[in-house]
């Protein structure tokens, strides 16, 4: 398609297309689209497909017309971006004459005699002049796996094959019980207790686990089953927006009461977990910590030195990528708590306290993206088949599926395959930072 543009920088971020359709090219596929909807109309007095142009023009030009506004504007606006090499971000900001005179999107004026003219405003990527990169300074923690940590390790696995016992005696309630108890509670107001959606209903708590408010599990103790107590406490202040150190009220009545039996630990124990004996399942579980300690401290450095890299080198960021980064996290969050039996409202108050900090959390992450990106190509850093083979093999076991299985997989789903090609390229550009990081082991 033939067409006029010109291109104004209007920021590091922003570009503003003139674009200019010609009238010549207007016309002919105005004609184009006139002759396709000939072919299957039908009009009555005459046969499909001999309907005559001029007479599908009469009963349909003005929807050709918009059809036809709507699509030249998206391939023009498409072909300007190809031909200036421009990588746009997020959806342009469009704008017609009609617009700049106050008429609305469906009052156009397309002619199939006159020229088409619009302009474009779209986000970039921001061109990124990188320095400092090689030579970051970043600590490295320690792997060590203590003793403590193998008890903790350990217990977990004691308390993973733990029974629930029914208290059979009248004793009162005390830490580490399980609890299946009824709540009705509200917030305290100088008109009485106001009811509030999520502070009422049914559960079995875990006395001592810390799930609910501060103060709430520590006014169950010294109950006894079947007993009722209505108790005051404040939220914290850290709380959602709506309750956060404000006083509530709650009723509370104990239906039963059961209590945790631990296993002794023993060959028993540790061949019903699948293990050859005691010291079999010690072995693994420091194996395993050892691994996952080495991972965590991975992680660590790894954050620590995209926070140097991104400290050394400010850039302005499209706030379509940030918009869209956020909106991801926000997500992930929703589905988590929806998960732990959240309902929608304190979801909402939930994304509400956090939404500065996921905010935060995205930019860092779309800004460490974009630097990596720009590295990798800077210092004509390559993958190999060898990273995606070890990628492959490490996915398939962590998610216990068949190799060949996740490879069809990837080979299915192209946008996959981006994504999995995408962060080995990024694990590649942060192997290089690493190699000429200046690395200080913690003591």
Known sequence: MELQVQVEKTS??????????PAQTVARRFEQSLQELSRTVKLKGFRPGHVPLQVVKQYYGEDVRHRLFHNLI??????????????AVGRPQIETPEHQTGKG???????????????????ILPEIEIKGYTGLSVSRGKADVTDEDMKKVIDGLRDAQAELRPVEEARAVKMG???????????????????????????????????LIPGFEEELVGMKAGETKTFRIHFPKEYHAEFAEKEAEFTVTTESLKEKVVPELNDDLAKNLGYEGLEDMRS????????????????????????????????????????AQTRSLMSEVSQNLRQ??????????????????????????????????????KEGLSGSADD?????????????????????FYEKNANRREDLDFRLKEDRAVSFLLEKAKVKQEK
């Open 388 to 408: 995606l083979s070890k990628e492959m093999t490490r996915m398939a076991a962590s998610m216990n599926v068949d190799i060949e299985r996740l490879r069809d």
């Open 340 to 377: 732990q039996g959240f309902n929608d409202q304190m979801i909402g108050e939930a994304l509400q306290v956090e939404g500065a900090g996921l905010k935060k959390k995205a930019e860092n992450q779309v800004r460490a993206s974009l630097l990596l990106e720009t590295i990798f190509k």
């Open 12 to 21: 590091n971020v922003h570009r503003k297309l003139m674009i200019r359709v």
């Open 177 to 211: 019980d399980h609890v299946d108890l009824k709540f009705k509670g509200g917030i305290v107001t100088p008109a009485g207790i106001e009811e509030k959606e999520g502070m009422s209903g049914a559960r079995v708590l875990e006395v001592g686990s810390n799930s």
């Open 105 to 123: 999107e469906h009052d156009h004026a397309l002619s199939e005699t006159q020229d088409l003219s619009f302009t474009a405003t779209v986000e």
């Open 74 to 87: 998206d391939e023009s606006f498409q072909q300007a971006l190809r031909s200036e090499k421009i990588r």
């Open 284 to 323: 693994k579980a420091r194996e395993h910590l050892v691994v996952e300690r080495a991972q965590e401290v991975d992680r660590k450095l790894r954050s620590d030195l995209l926070q140097e890299l991104i400290s050394k080198n400010p850039f302005d960021l499209p706030q379509s990528l940030l918009e």
